[in-house]
């Protein structure tokens, strides 16, 4: 059984990962991109460099979305840290998706206090008129990691679901 240090490493080691990889991008993508698209698979994948002052998919709340969103990120963080102390350190699943999300969560958050602009997002894909909303490498860890979340906590429950004890006695029945 590996030990809660082992826990922390894994934890740290991949949300760090995803932090320093998300700012390294972004410098990349400031550096050298426009607003103009960069393709690179055709028209499936471009780059282009563009600022999102709300959240994902574009949700804005006027004025105040940097530090409306900043402020859930902060909360996020909080439950999810919380979330990282519960987990047993042999759930190396779990403290993968936590890292995932974290590390994006934190990557995003970044950009919230660098600049008032917003968060920089990249990559653009889909065909023709039909894109995605444009996202960087945060957004990319925090999908993947909500999704392993989600099915690893669904299969928790139904599991715990399926351990109903028998009722005490019931064994123990003669005819």
């Known amino acids: ?18 932090v320093l990889l998300d700012v390294f991008t972004k410098i990349l993508a400031v550096a050298n991109l426009s607003r103009i698209p960069r393709p690179v698979l055709g028209d499936w994948l471009t780059l282009q ?11 804005n709340v006027g ?10 990120a902060v909360i996020a963080l909080v439950v999810l840290g919380s979330m990282v102390r519960h987990t047993k350190p042999t759930d ?12 994006g969560a934190v990557g995003n958050l970044i950009d919230r206090v660098r600049s008032a602009r917003g968060v920089i997002d990249f990559i653009d894909v889909g065909i023709g008129v ?4 444009t ?7 925090v999908t993947v990691g909500a999704v392993v979340l989600a099915i690893v906590l669904w299969i928790e429950g139904r599991d715990a679901a399926g351990t109903v004890a028998e009722p005490s006695g019931a064994a123990e029945i003669a005819p």
């Open 1 to 18: 059984m590996r030990s809660s240090g082992g826990k922390q490493q894994l934890f740290w080691a991949l949300g760090g990962s995803v």
């Open 49 to 59: 460099l563009v600022y999102n002052p709300g959240a994902a998919f574009g949700i």
């Open 63 to 72: 004025q105040y979305s940097r530090w409306v969103f900043f402020g859930l």
């Open 92 to 103: 190396r699943l779990r403290l993968t998706a936590l890292a995932l999300v974290c590390g």
């Open 130 to 133: 039909h894109r995605w909303p």
């Open 135 to 141: 996202f960087n490498v945060a957004d990319m860890a």
